[in-house]
T-cell receptor, first 114, second 115 residues
Framework: QQQVKQSPQSLIVQKGGISIINCAYE??????FPWYQQFPGKGPALLIA?????SEKKEGRFTISFNKSAKQFSLHIMDSQPGDSATYFCAASPGTGTASKLTFGTGTRLQVTL | DSGVTQTPKHLITATGQRVTLRCSPR?????VYWYQQSLDQGLQFLIQ???????AKGNILERFSAQQFPDLHSELNLSSLELGDSALYFCASSPRTSGGGETQYFGPGTRLLVL
């Protein structure tokens, strides 16, 4: 019930291409869906987040698409750059209640080649 | 730089020992979260404190405990360490606990190696 499933596990994209990472969740109480970017040796850093009242959110080259009925959301990285090479985690947390603990996906290791 | 600090950065110890990991949240943040990141388990939520009180517990072992002090810094205590406790331990902070959907800011982590 608490799982967030993420795919693919790894992804190789050419510079300038589009990187797409997908996540699916089961718990309908989830109400906040952030994506985190993590570089080796660093802590996860928030990239972009969405709530289910919108189907898409765009910030620069990063876009989240959200499908509430399918309980799926995805991250699109347009014009991928070598500097985007990192591990990406989707996550989810409840929108109500007294705790905002994040349930993370298993991560996608993205490599952007020249 | 997220504004969350964690010490030490690296920790090497032996099985059966006890260690303390320290976290200072961002200025003004009242909530502190602890996460464990390992290769086989990914990022797992351990425990959350809000303004000194425990608010949520995840997959935290009984050998592990945490607390948040009046100055809002937090400590995670790991005892009777086992090889499988080797992992990265992250602290995160956010301004408040309820209402959900808050951005959590992660620290740089403490890498624990149990030999």
């Amino acid at each position: 019930q608490q799982q967030v499933k993420q795919s693919p596990q790894s992804l190789i994209v050419q510079k300038g291409g589009i990187s797409i990472i997908n996540c699916a969740y089961e718990n309908t109480a989830f109400d906040y869906f952030p994506w985190y970017q993590q570089f080796p040796g660093k802590g996860p850093a928030l990239l972009i987040a969405i709530r289910p009242d919108v189907s898409e959110k765009k910030e620069g080259r990063f876009t989240i698409s959200f499908n509430k009925s399918a309980k799926q959301f995805s991250l699109h990285i347009m014009d991928s750059q070598p500097g985007d090479s990192a591990t990406y985690f989707c996550a989810a947390s409840p929108g109500t209640g007294t705790a905002s603990k994040l349930t993370f996906g298993t991560g996608t290791r993205l490599q952007v080649t020249l | 730089d997220s504004g969350v600090t964690q010490t030490p950065k690296h920790l090497i110890t032996a099985t059966g020992q006890r260690v303390t990991l320290r976290c200072s949240p961002r200025s003004g943040d009242l909530s502190v979260y602890w996460y464990q990141q390992s290769l086989d388990q990914g990022l797992q939520f351990l425990i959350q404190y809000y303004n000194g009180e425990e608010r949520a517990k995840g997959n935290i072992l009984e050998r592990f405990s945490a607390q948040q002090f009046p100055d809002l810094h937090s400590e995670l205590n790991l005892s009777s360490l086992e090889l499988g406790d080797s992992a990265l331990y992250f602290c995160a902070s956010s301004p408040r606990t309820s209402g959900g959907g808050e951005t959590q800011y992660f620290g740089p982590g403490t890498r624990l190696l149990v030999l």
